[in-house]
């Protein structure tokens, strides 16, 4: 009897932020209205998504396979606002899918939630394990499964807030004095400050552009 070729495995999602950068844009940030991406096999559970979303004015888009999701992700070079991940599905398992995304997103960048009709405790921390925000079971409970994915956008919308803050101080920090950055914060309206003799240096340092780029 002759093997089943092995499946390509994708290759590593592209647009991860270095250290500090942006943060990564999400399909809302981009074109507006919050996409959730289905991630199942089966398309009579994609019809019955789609249903419960498009009333709720979400963007919904599908993808029938684990690596065909990937692949998506990695080519349009942003993301989706939330994941709904089945467990059981040829090629990839939902398990392999959400593992190969949290190499590259963690909980609060990208929220996962996984959907199976599987609802036993050892299934749901199997999917916990692998990297899911949540677990759903089958069939959808439409309130439970909105609640739900409202609950991992607010706490993705928090985090994110938190890292566009630190990114804005450290930016404040490169371009102002400390006084100022006080004053900036605590007060915005106080800022102006009046200076009656003021004395001006203007210099040109050869290669600034390289110097500054390597400074920490």
Not at 8 to 35: Q, Y
Not at 61 to 67: D, E, H, P, Y
Not at 95 to 107: A, L, S, T
Request: negative net charge; aromatic residues 4%; glycine residues 4%.
């Amino acid at each position: 009897a002759h093997g089943t070729a092995p499946q390509p495995v994708p290759p590593p999602l592209a647009f991860v932020p270095e250290e500090g950068g942006p943060p990564i844009p999400f399909h809302s940030t981009l074109h507006g209205g919050r996409e959730i991406m289905s991630i199942d096999d089966t398309h009579v559970n994609h019809m019955v998504l789609e249903r419960i979303f498009t009333k709720e004015s979400f963007v919904f888009t599908s993808c029938t396979s684990g690596i065909a999701a990937l692949d998506r992700i990695r080519d349009r070079q942003y993301l989706p606002d939330c994941i709904l991940l089945d467990v059981m599905m040829p090629e990839m398992s939902g398990h392999q899918v959400c593992e190969r995304i949290r190499e590259m997103y963690n909980r609060t960048t990208l929220p996962v939630i996984m959907v199976s009709a599987r609802s036993s405790v050892e299934c749901i921390v199997e999917g916990l394990e692998a990297g899911c925000n949540d677990y759903v079971s089958k069939p959808f409970n439409r309130v439970e499964l909105l609640a739900r994915i409202s609950t991992q956008l607010r706490v993705r919308d928090a985090a994110r807030a938190e890292v566009e803050h630190v990114r804005s101080a450290k930016l404040l920090q490169k371009m102002l004095p400390e006084h100022v950055i006080t004053k900036l914060t605590s007060n915005p309206s106080m800022i102006v400050e009046e200076h009656k003799s003021v004395s001006m240096l203007c210099s040109s340092i050869v290669g600034y552009s390289t110097i500054s780029c390597a400074l920490p």
